[in-house]
């Protein structure tokens, strides 16, 4: 199964401790490498530098590219655990947001960024993945890049009425089992999956 290593199952047990405990808004195993994050935030009003398609093609010919993605999650008003999903600009497809690094930004920082361009999303994002998956990019020339996504945990705390994206994507919350069969990746599958299946995590 990819993703799973006993380093990974030991950061899918954190996280669910991250949203069992969300009442405190506290990562327990990071609780100083979180932080809020307002779109008034200096990062957000900085200009953000991802690598060039020139340089990305030439990575891909010797491993799968890396990608960051966000995977946002709240607690419902009927007290249980959901997930947002987002649609695809290619395809329509349902996914979570991601991204390419970028340069002068950590990896879950990144992913933060990503989460209000393509969401309108801010609030608590943990400094450590909880999990990865693999897809194919599609390009407009035909080609398809192998990419491998960290994906970093996003306590959502605002949801914005307005952000960058906004006309190009579909947003909805999901139940994690739903958002699990929803998605078309293999691995992110399985890790919503897994998400769904923490007992703990719909308790605050």
Not at 44 to 51: A, D, F, G, H, Y
Not at 68 to 95: C, K, Y
Request: with cysteine.
């Amino acid at each position: 199964m990819h993703g799973s290593s006993p380093r990974e199952a030991g950061r899918v047990a954190t996280f669910f401790n991250y949203v069992k405990d969300v009442g405190v808004a506290r990562l327990q195993n990071h609780r100083r490498q979180t932080r809020p994050f307002s779109p008034a935030s200096p990062s957000l009003k900085t200009e953000s530098k991802r690598p060039s398609l020139k340089k990305l093609l030439r990575k891909a010919q010797a491993k799968p590219l890396k990608q960051v993605a966000a995977l946002p999650f709240r607690i419902g008003s009927d007290g249980q655990v959901e997930v947002m999903l987002i649609t695809s600009r290619d395809t329509g497809r349902w996914i979570i947001p991601k991204g390419w690094p970028m340069i002068g930004r950590k990896a879950h920082r990144a992913a933060e960024r990503e989460a209000f361009e393509e969401a309108g999303l801010t609030g608590q994002i943990a400094a450590d993945p909880v999990g990865w998956y693999r897809y194919e990019k599609r390009l407009a020339q035909g080609r398809a890049l192998p990419c491998k996504v960290r994906v970093y945990p996003l306590r959502v705390e605002v949801q914005h009425p307005r952000w960058p994206e906004q006309a190009q994507r579909t947003l909805r919350w999901f139940a994690p089992a739903d958002a699990a069969r929803l998605v078309q990746e293999d691995d992110l599958r399985r890790l919503l999956a897994g998400f769904a299946a923490g007992p703990a995590c719909a308790r605050v």
